[in-house]
């Protein structure tokens, strides 16, 4: 296909209830969504970008800027183009996953719409439901938290993840645990702790956790394996797995023994499924991470959480844990689990008329 135009929108989505981790708090996600034309139709991808460069070095901002100057002038100058050469053509742009995987899912998007295939049937998805646990943020009391944890049990959620850091770990962890009983339950810290706190996170260990996810900073493999080598709780890399041979390395120094697979870290679904196959190969399991996405990009999560080796619940929650009103259609959750859209492309609809209501700013398009 050829890329006629991309159409960089900016909406400022309000959540239910502000959403508060280790590097900071957060009542309104700032999205970025980027629809191609194309001469075989158009598509969507949602940049999980956040509005501040503090989960990652990337921010919607930026995110804007290397696409309006730098991928989008590519592709738009590149003859022919498909979701699986996106990648190459966009290469000599260093980093900028998120951008680059937003991109590339919209080209995905036109692709598999026009082939009248969907994400799961593109992906290679062999369910039809996904078991979904849910992302629970600090909250201001002990109180507050139990009171969140137990609207969701009651939602029917399969997980719960409790965000932790210093000064909020062991004893929100105890009171949840004491709420909830034998139901699966996990931590993320996001890179909040460092080597001196291995001792401490060991007290973890008495609550049965799935895992812990990212308590060091991205680039430190070694206190990673520290820490494996020191509790029972199995360690789980987010923000650290930017690819799947850093994947692959992390896995085989002993630095995480279950791998978060969010498709805008890794730059694209492409890469996500190749992240998904490495670890399938070493026997390792993935889950399906979260980025508070709309409905466009949930969809193409739902659909890769399909994947056999997602086998734990995922940060694929329904629609209502974040927005009033989503984009698309919104996901719910029945008996725990959301059903992979099997329309062709992602299967969802933009609502149009929410994108004008929402937006920023006026659409950037260019030719
Ligand atoms: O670390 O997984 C994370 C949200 C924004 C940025 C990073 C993370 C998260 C979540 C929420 O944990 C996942 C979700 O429900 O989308
Ligand atoms: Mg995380």
Redesign the pocket.
Known sequence: MRILALELHRVAMPLVRP?E?SFGRQSARDVLLVRVRTTEGDGWGECVA?ADPV?SSEYVAGAEAVIRDYLGPALLATESVTAETVAEVLSFVVGHRMAKAAVETAVLDAQTRAEGLSFGEYFGADRDLVDCG??VGIAATVDELLDEVDGYVAEGYRRI?L?IKPGWDIEPVRAVRELIGDLPLQV?A?TAYTRADIEHLGRLDEFGLLLI??PFVEDDMLTHIALAAEIATPVCL??SIVNADVAVDAIGRGATSIV?I?AGRVGGYLEAVRVHDACAELGVPVWC?????TGVGRAANVALAAMANFTLPG?T?GSS??YAEDLTEPFVLVDGRLAVPTGAGSGVEVREELLAEWALRAPITLR
């Open positions: 959403f981790t956040m989960y849910v992302s993840k965000k993320d996001n996810e990212q987010d923000e978060n969010k991470g979260g980025m508070l996405e940060d929650s844990r974040y």
